[in-house]
């Protein structure tokens, strides 16, 4: 099945999940511990003035859905749960504003916004780009993930940004791990 149709699905049925959970309540205190002592970079800074509408996790829909469950690390920590825009997987587009997925975690009924990841299929990159051409987004270089892959994605290119929750092996790595997949 083609990536923009299990993505359609997938948005498809994202309103059933999502009635089933709880808007974040005050996040502010709980999901910015630390991060008045440290100056966050300016994409992290575009992140969370792109995603603030999106910390409700029933603004995402329709354009953003759940897929996959949640991620959780190899040894420790996890990414969460994603809920990707299939239009924006489709493009060669690399947009601070616009993240490909955002990612919540989910406990005690209650979705929060711990970051988002930018996503390009490396096929659909290198169309206009050559392959020493890797894609770099605010000075970040998105991590290539060749195929086959945990995903069942064609090789990509990926970059997540713990822009709602702090991570303390650094805000661009992939696993956090202040995130976990336990009380899903």
């Known amino acids: 099945m083609s990536i923009t149709r299990s993505m359609a699905f997938i948005v498809a049925l ?31 800074e ?20 759940p897929i996959l469950g949640c991620v959780s690390g ?6 969460g749960v994603h809920f990707a825009n299939p239009a924006l997987l489709e493009d060669d587009v690399l ?22 990841e930018f996503i390009v299929i490396a096929d659909v990159w290198h169309v206009n780009h050559a392959p020493q051409d890797p894609p770099v987004l605010e000075g970040q270089l998105l991590q290539f993930v060749d195929s086959p892959n945990r995903f069942g994605l064609p090789a ?12 303390p092996n650094g805000a661009f790595v992939d696993w956090n791990p202040r995130v976990s997949c336990e009380g899903q």
Do not use: C
């Open 95 to 116: 947009d601070k504003a616009h993240p490909e997925a955002l990612i919540y975690e989910f406990k005690n009924g209650v979705a929060r916004l711990v970051g988002v």
């Open 74 to 79: 190899p040894d420790q920590g996890a990414m």
């Open 156 to 167: 990509f290119y990926e970059l997540h940004v713990w822009a709602w929750r702090d991570n």
């Open 14 to 44: 994202a309103s059933l999940l999502l009635s089933s959970f709880a808007s974040p309540m005050d996040l502010e205190a709980a999901q910015h511990a630390g991060h008045v002592a440290n100056s966050p970079s300016a994409l992290i």
């Open 46 to 65: 575009a992140v969370r003035r792109a995603t603030e509408v999106f910390r409700d996790v029933h603004n995402a829909a329709p354009d953003y859905g």
